[in-house]
């Protein structure tokens, strides 16, 4: 498979749970554009880790997140 990525993208594969903490603990923040309906769980465990969140106005997203979605 042939991936063009920019260079400051990063495909890392698996990624276990405290890998995956750290990682939200340090990106500038978190996007989750996803139309389709859920509760919103990668959102919760995001800002779980106080990481900054944009997300879709979609489903149950709203009250999960806030009032402040896109």
């Given at each position: 498979?042939?991936?063009?990525?920019?260079?400051?993208?990063?495909?890392?594969?698996?990624?276990?749970?405290i890998?995956?903490?750290?990682?939200?603990?340090?990106?500038?923040?978190?996007?989750?554009?996803?139309?389709?309906?859920?509760?919103?769980?990668?959102?919760?465990?995001?800002?779980?880790?106080?990481?900054?969140?944009?997300?879709?106005?979609?489903?149950?997203?709203?009250?999960?997140?806030?009032?402040?979605?896109?």
């Amino acid at each position: 498979m042939n991936i063009t990525l920019h260079n400051n993208t990063y495909v890392l594969g698996y990624v276990d749970d405290i890998q995956l903490e750290a990682l939200y603990q340090n990106t500038l923040g978190f996007i989750f554009p996803s139309l389709y309906e859920d509760f919103g769980l990668p959102v919760l465990e995001v800002m779980n880790c106080d990481c900054p969140v944009t997300s879709s106005g979609a489903a149950s997203r709203p009250e999960v997140v806030g009032r402040d979605v896109l």
